[in-house]
C-alpha cells in the first residue's frame, strides 16, 4: 500500500477557496482510486469526494457538489481537493484514502489506506 500524506489546510473565511494535496509515496498512484473524507468536531467521518486510477470518474457527495472538485495528477503522484466557496460547517479534518480497486466508492470501509489528515476551519 502507499502511504498518503495531506498538505493544504489552513484557516480561511466563508466564501473563500483552498486547495488540498493529497501526495502518495511508497508506490505509483495511478493504480488506486482515491477518496476525500473529512470529520468535524464530534461527528463521525464522512465521505467528500473519489476519483478513478485514471481519472475517468469521479463522484461528489451532496453538500459539497458545485463547490469542491476531485482531480488528479498521476505524473506527480498527487491527488487535490480544490474547495470553493467554502462555508463554516466545511470546518473538518480532511482525509484522503487510497484503495486498490477500480470503482470510486464513497464507503470509509472500502478505502485501506488513509493518511493523517489536514486541518481546514472556515470562519463566519
Known amino acids: 500500500q502507499v502511504q498518503l500524506v495531506e498538505s493544504g489546510g489552513g484557516l480561511v473565511q466563508a466564501g473563500g477557496s483552498l486547495r488540498l494535496s493529497c501526495a502518495a509515496s511508497?508506490?505509483?498512484?495511478?493504480?488506486?482510486?482515491v477518496g476525500w473524507f473529512r470529520q468535524a468536531p464530534g461527528k463521525g467521518r464522512e465521505f467528500v469526494a473519489a476519483?478513478?486510477?485514471?481519472?475517468?470518474?469521479?463522484i461528489h457527495a451532496d453538500p459539497v457538489k458545485g463547490r469542491f472538485t476531485i482531480s488528479r495528477d498521476n505524473a506527480l503522484n498527487t491527488v487535490y481537493l480544490q474547495m470553493n466557496n467554502l462555508k463554516p460547517e466545511d470546518t473538518a479534518v480532511y482525509y484522503c484514502?487510497?484503495?486498490?480497486?477500480?470503482?470510486?466508492?464513497?464507503?470509509?470501509?472500502?478505502?485501506?489506506?488513509w493518511g493523517q489528515g489536514t486541518q481546514v476551519t472556515v470562519s463566519s
Open positions: 484514502a487510497s484503495r486498490r480497486a477500480s470503482t470510486p466508492r464513497s464507503r470509509e470501509s472500502d478505502y485501506d489506506s
Open positions: 476519483i478513478k486510477w485514471n481519472g475517468g470518474s469521479t
Open positions: 511508497g508506490g505509483a498512484l495511478n493504480i488506486y482510486t
